[in-house]
């Protein structure tokens, strides 16, 4: 591995821990040995978008493009900073974001990183950040994911909805931020922060039911994998509707204690 690859995997690297100063560090590094690289003025684009800062997004991927005239990164971002420069919204500007490094952690049944469909408006959608956080809200049969000043940005999948639904009406609380967002694509990162009282023993997110969701239409195997995780979670249901509805009778030595935990290594 030569300099440039190595400081361009650096560089890769630091974007995605969102360590953004030191990953603009690095990619400066390589336009001083390599001036004539559309990917780091792609990179440095994508870096000070994020950051808010759309002058200097603009002019590197105007750079990359003129490097290579028809790259599709370039041309849809610069679509999206024209957006932005037709809003012309200072709130927009101004916003900041912290950065956890940690953010995106996965944890199997807590988190779960989905794509949102039914997405609202451009000048929205545009102004996404990464690491950004958002609200979700129920609306009629469906879970919407909307900015903290209440800006429409989607809805989760239906399947995903349902569920949630339950459980935020049960008063469990998640954190949502954004994951990735371009004006075709949005996606969040859900992590539950707390369960209602009612559904203290269910699991938020089903393993098979994220894969299904993320990975689009289901193979025969994975449908099959999917009904067992349904059956799974109906079976705790009905072993805690028993255990409520008659804790102490004639039976009770028949009741098992069924943890989340449990259904995930029979999963596997």
Same mark, same amino acid.
């Given at each position: 591995? #030569? ?14 821990? /969102?360590?953004?100063? $030191?990953? %603009?560090? /690095?990619? #400066?590094?390589?336009?001083? *040995?390599?001036?004539? #690289?559309?990917?780091?003025? /792609? ?21 990359? /493009?003129?490097? $290579? ?12 900073? &024209? ?6 919204? !200072? ?15 996965? !944890? ?10 039914? *997405? ?6 545009? !102004?996404?950040? %990464? ?6 809200? %129920?609306?009629? &049969? &469906?879970?919407?994911? &909307? ?32 994951? =990735? ?9 859900? @992590? ?11 699991? !938020?997110?089903?393993? #098979?039911?994220?894969? @299904? ?7 025969? =195997? ?7 995780? =349904? ?9 805690? @509707? ?14 098992? =204690? ?11």
């Amino acid at each position: 591995m #030569n300099d440039i690859e190595l400081l361009e995997q650096q560089a890769i690297d630091a974007a995605m821990n /969102l360590q953004w100063k $030191q990953a %603009i560090a /690095l990619n #400066n590094q390589i336009i001083k *040995l390599d001036p004539e #690289n559309d990917s780091v003025y /792609l990179r440095l684009g994508f870096i000070y978008l994020q950051l808010k800062d759309v002058a200097k997004s603009k002019r590197f991927y105007s750079k990359a /493009l003129r490097i $290579q005239p028809k790259n599709a990164v370039a041309l849809q971002n610069l679509e999206r900073i &024209r957006v932005l420069e037709k809003a012309k919204s !200072s709130k927009d500007k101004s916003e900041q974001i912290a950065f956890d490094p940690d953010l995106f952690i996965e !944890s199997t049944g807590k988190t779960k990183t989905v794509a949102l469909a039914n *997405l609202g408006q451009k000048n929205i959608l545009a !102004s996404l950040a %990464i690491g950004q956080p958002v609200m979700l809200k %129920i609306k009629k &049969r &469906r879970v919407e994911v &909307r900015t903290t000043s209440n800006d429409y940005i989607g809805t989760l999948p239906d399947d995903l909805s349902k569920r949630l639904i339950d459980f935020l009406k049960a008063k469990s609380i998640y954190v949502t931020y954004v994951k =990735e967002s371009s004006l075709t694509k949005v996606v969040v990162f859900i @992590k539950e922060e707390k369960k209602g009282r009612s559904v203290a023993h269910q699991v !938020s997110f089903l393993q #098979n039911i994220q894969r @299904k969701i993320e990975e689009g239409p289901a193979t025969g =195997e994975d449908k099959e994998e999917t009904a067992d995780a =349904e059956d799974q979670e109906e079976h705790l249901e009905t072993w805690e @509707k028993m255990a409520n509805e008659n804790p102490q009778g004639e039976d009770k030595d028949l009741l098992i =204690e069924i943890h989340p935990d449990d259904l995930d290594e029979d999963e596997e």
